[in-house]
Nanobody, 113 residues
Framework: QVQLVESGGGLVQAGGSLRLSCAAS????????MAWYRQVPGKQRGLVAS???????NYVDSVKGRFTISRDNARNTVYLQMNSLKPDDTAVYYC???????WGQGTQVTVSS
C-alpha cells in the first residue's frame, strides 16, 4: 500500500519559515523523482519544486532563492524548507512522486501579512 504523509504546515507571518515533510512508502520513494505542488481554491494545482532520485533540484521561478527541496533516501522522506514566506505562498501543499498517480493528503500553509 502506497502512503504519502505530509506534515509541517501551519500559520506563519510574512518573512517567516516553515519546513514541510513528506514520508513516503519505500516502494514509491525509491523509484521516483519527488515533487511538491500547491493549490489555492479555484486554481489548478501547480508545481513548486522537484528533486530527482540523485538529488538534483528544480524550482519554479517564484520560489527560487527562498525554498529548498531535499530528500533523505534512508528515511524515504522529502522536505521543503520555505524561507522568506509571502502571503502569496498561502496554499495547500501536496507531495507527489513524479510519474505516478499518487498524492498526499496535503498540508495547509497560511502566511499572514
Amino acid at each position: 500500500q502506497v502512503q504519502l504523509v505530509e506534515s509541517g504546515g501551519g500559520l506563519v507571518q510574512a518573512g517567516g519559515s516553515l519546513r514541510l515533510s513528506c514520508a513516503a512508502s519505500r516502494i514509491i520513494f525509491s523509484r521516483n523523482a519527488m515533487a511538491w505542488y500547491r493549490q489555492v481554491p479555484g486554481k489548478q494545482r501547480g508545481l513548486v519544486a522537484s528533486i530527482t532520485n540523485g538529488g538534483i533540484p528544480n524550482y519554479v521561478d517564484s520560489v527560487k532563492g527562498r525554498f529548498t527541496i531535499s530528500r533523505d533516501n534512508a528515511r524515504n522522506t522529502v522536505y521543503l524548507q520555505m524561507n522568506s514566506l509571502k502571503p502569496d505562498d498561502t496554499a495547500v501543499y501536496y507531495c507527489h512522486p513524479l510519474a505516478s498517480t499518487y498524492w498526499g493528503q496535503g498540508t495547509q500553509v497560511t502566511v499572514s501579512s
